[in-house]
């Protein structure tokens, strides 16, 4: 299924409601989607040792959150570097991982420094941005906006078409979750309403004990529903009054997927 536009997507949804089930279906039906997420940029800019990377790695390792201005650069430099960006940008203001990741020999003392010193002091977000309308343009932007002040942000960088806000009840989630069960090293997830492991709380592959996640804690997952829920209004509201939102509602993900795929192809192919 081919899209004849750019697709500029965002999935919200609650903890457990499925979101990263949906992401890998339309990345797997659409071969024009691409998935930006701004967690994995962090996370290959510390693995590739970057002036970035190692500016961040200790807030990473602590838990703390890196700043949304960060992200908002991240995802500016990520967006130019595969060529959707059609603004004017500073090429010195623009990094790759493959000319920060390593130091070469006769490379002067500091030079990494000062390209990180110019890349955090450019504007995150572009007057006017520009955009392709290629289709092969396309992406699924993962980990942000989570606020409705960062998605404010986010506007001054690109113009996001669709946001799809997933529902479940939340009574269907904490049945769901109450019943998963997961191979850590591996990340299989077992559950024992549906595809349940072959031994009760052993892994079919390895052999190996199941456990289950904190965040399955019933009381922590309502902690964690609640806070989505503060958060999400806002977000939602922000982008109902610029006309992309569109909410979809299921009680399991392979009632949504349906709705989704419609959604999509209304929309884009």
Not at 136 to 144: E, I, N, Q, T, Y
Request: hydrophobic letters at 35%; charged letters at 25%.
């Amino acid at each position: 299924m081919q899209f004849r536009r750019a697709a500029r997507v965002i999935l919200v949804g609650a903890p457990g409601v499925g979101k990263g089930t949906q992401s890998e279906r339309l990345l797997q039906r659409y071969p024009q989607l691409s998935s930006i997420s701004s967690g994995d940029l962090l996370r290959s800019n510390v693995k590739q040792r970057t002036p970035l990377g190692i500016k961040v790695e200790g807030t990473m390792k602590a838990g703390g959150l890196v700043s949304d201005d960060l992200i908002l650069r991240l995802i500016r430099n990520e967006l130019n570097r595969r060529g959707w960006l059609l603004s004017s940008t500073p090429k010195s203001s623009f990094m790759t991982l493959c000319s920060t990741s390593t130091r070469t020999a006769d490379a002067p003392p500091g030079e990494d420094d000062a390209g990180l010193a110019t890349f955090l002091s450019s504007p995150p977000t572009i007057t006017d941005p520009t955009w392709t309308t290629d289709p092969s343009a396309s992406f699924l932007l993962d980990g942000f906006p989570r606020t409705e002040a960062q998605a404010t942000s986010l506007d001054g960088l690109v113009p996001i078409n669709l946001v799809v806000s997933l529902k479940t009840p939340v009574d269907v989630i904490i049945e769901r979750i109450s019943g998963r069960w997961v191979h850590e090293p591996s990340g299989r997830v077992y559950n024992s309403g549906f595809n349940a492991p072959k031994v009760p709380g052993i892994d079919d592959v390895t052999g190996e004990p199941l456990v289950r996640r904190m965040d399955d804690d019933v009381e922590v997952y309502r902690e964690r529903f609640r806070k989505f829920a503060e958060t999400s209004k806002p977000l939602l509201d922000h982008y109902d009054k610029k006309g992309v939102l569109w909410e979809v509602e299921g009680m399991s993900s392979d009632e949504i997927t349906p709705k989704l795929f419609a959604e999509f192809e209304r929309r884009f192919c």
